[in-house]
């Protein structure tokens, strides 16, 4: 039998920060998720954007505006996730809602668009959230292969048509599988 193909290159990876929320730790374990967190926003080159989860029978914490300040500093634009959505009614979630959106819509990282809204007890809206992170990190692909194809037009090619330099290290990590970090 032939040898199989080999697997597709993952196309993004998505990284959970700790740091604050629920988690029964520490204050000295809390601050060092916090600082590693800063610390990995702040320096990732394959960070495309981050999505901030949202408690709906919560709103927006203390804690998640502190958050949003993080992100702001490190100029990392971000969506909002509504969870816990069936702790709600129909209105209070709506209203919910309303609220989160008002407040993070004010925040200048904020990406746009609406707020998914999930629920992991019963898998609500899950499946459109990770599709909504798979086209997200399709277009954030195809930006990138952009990029490096107007780098190319701007710094020309060697008579052969091959990039030069860094551009074709850049191309042929393109072409091998550049994932997007959410």
């Known amino acids: 039998a032939p040898p199989a193909p080999p697997p597709e290159p993952a196309l993004m990876t998505l990284v959970d920060l700790p740091g604050y929320g629920p988690a029964a730790v520490g204050t000295k374990v ?23 989860l949202i408690d709906a029978a919560l709103g927006v914490t203390a804690d998640d505006e502190g958050f949003l300040d993080v992100l702001e500093r490190a100029q990392v634009p971000f969506h909002g996730v509504l969870t816990k959505a069936d702790l709600l009614s129909p209105l209070e979630l709506a209203q919910s809602y309303e609220l989160v959106r008002r407040r993070v819509a004010t925040r200048a990282g904020y990406a746009g668009g609406d707020l ?33 194809e107007d780098r190319d037009d701007d710094s020309g090619t060697i008579s052969s048509g091959a990039p030069r330099g860094r551009l074709a290290r850049g191309r042929r990590r393109l072409r091998s599988g550049t994932r997007t970090t959410v």
């Not at 998720?33 to 981050?50: E, G, M, N, P």
């Not at 809204?117 to 990138?144: D, Y």
């Open 30 to 52: 809390r601050q060092r998720w916090a600082r590693a967190a800063k610390q990995y926003l702040s320096s990732s080159d394959q960070l495309a954007c981050a999505f901030l």
């Open 116 to 148: 998914p809204i999930v629920s992991s007890r019963n898998a609500a809206g899950v499946a459109s959230l990770w599709e909504r992170m798979r086209l997200g990190a399709l277009h954030k692909r195809s930006e990138l292969e952009r990029e490096e």
